[in-house]
């Protein structure tokens, strides 16, 4: 086959174990360039942001970890993420992936290159939000489409028509905020229908709608914004963080008592 035949190369970043969880070696620069690469290539993938709370859920869940490590690129979104990463592999990551700021810089990069976004997830009066506030930060955004599934498992046909929806809307890159593991069963499951970028970006939608606020910038580059979401949320989140906190770094105190040392 001549080279003019052949598929340009779309190469992922390289992936390193994390308690079981295939994490991507990358930076904000790297993960867009990726994404847009793969958009202006109409090739599908699927990008997941894990911070503690999905690395350890994904971890204790054969299935979903199955699929998960099958994603073409899971970012450390959260600082413990990255700090894992770098302790155990040496990766020398100086900055975590942060869903919502990923985003946010996506969203600039595809407005930039012309790619058209989707948005799925959420309530309608925070996708109404949401698309407000991106369009009044990033006029020139394309917005092809955007639906809030309904709160209950969707029967096959509907799965179906909700993945036709977002392949006839001409978008090169669908933002996915279902939450964990919701959302990365729904790409999982999508994987051989949608035919474009899926971003899973967990609570994005709801910062960027104004619903719910961020940890202050110090308390996110110090690995303490579980702290922050859990002050705001104590009856929803105390559980989580109290179980998926301990398992993590158990695990990965674990993991690091029984890495090889140099010779």
């Known amino acids: 086959m001549s080279d003019s035949l052949e598929k340009p190369q779309l190469v992922w970043p390289d992936k390193y174990d994390l308690i079981g969880v295939q994490v991507s070696n990358v930076n904000y620069d790297h993960a867009i360039e990726c994404m847009i690469k793969a958009a202006k290539l109409s ?7 894990h911070a503690v709370h ?7 869940d054969d299935e979903l970890r199955s699929q998960v490590n099958q994603f073409s690129m899971i970012t450390p979104d959260g600082q413990p993420v990255r700090w894992g990463m770098n302790l155990l592999h040496g990766t020398a990551m100086k900055e975590r992936v942060y869903g919502p700021e990923l985003t946010l810089r996506i969203c600039h990069a ?17 996708l109404s939000l949401l698309q407000a506030n991106l369009l009044q930060k990033i006029p020139e955004l394309q917005i092809a489409g955007s639906e809030a599934p309904p709160f209950r498992p969707l029967s096959d046909e509907e799965n179906q028509q909700a993945c036709d929806r977002i392949n006839q809307s001409g978008a090169g890159i669908v933002m996915i905020g279902l939450g964990c593991p919701k959302q990365d069963f729904f790409a999982a499951a999508n994987r051989d229908r949608i035919n474009c970028v899926q971003l899973l970006v967990g609570a994005a939608f709801d910062f960027h709608a104004g619903v719910k606020p961020m940890a202050p910038s110090w308390m996110q580059k110090s690995g303490l914004e579980w702290l922050f979401r859990l002050i705001c949320e104590p009856r929803r989140l105390w559980q989580r963080y109290l179980v998926t906190n301990s398992i993590y770094l158990y695990r990965l105190g674990r993991s690091l008592i029984r890495k ?3 010779t």
């Open 43 to 49: 090739r599908p993938g699927i990008v997941a942001c």
């Open 54 to 60: 999905a690395i350890v859920t994904a971890s204790c």
């Open 110 to 126: 595809a407005a930039a290159e012309g790619i058209a976004i989707y948005l799925y997830g959420g309530t309608p009066e925070i």
């Open 260 to 262: 090889p040392f140099a």
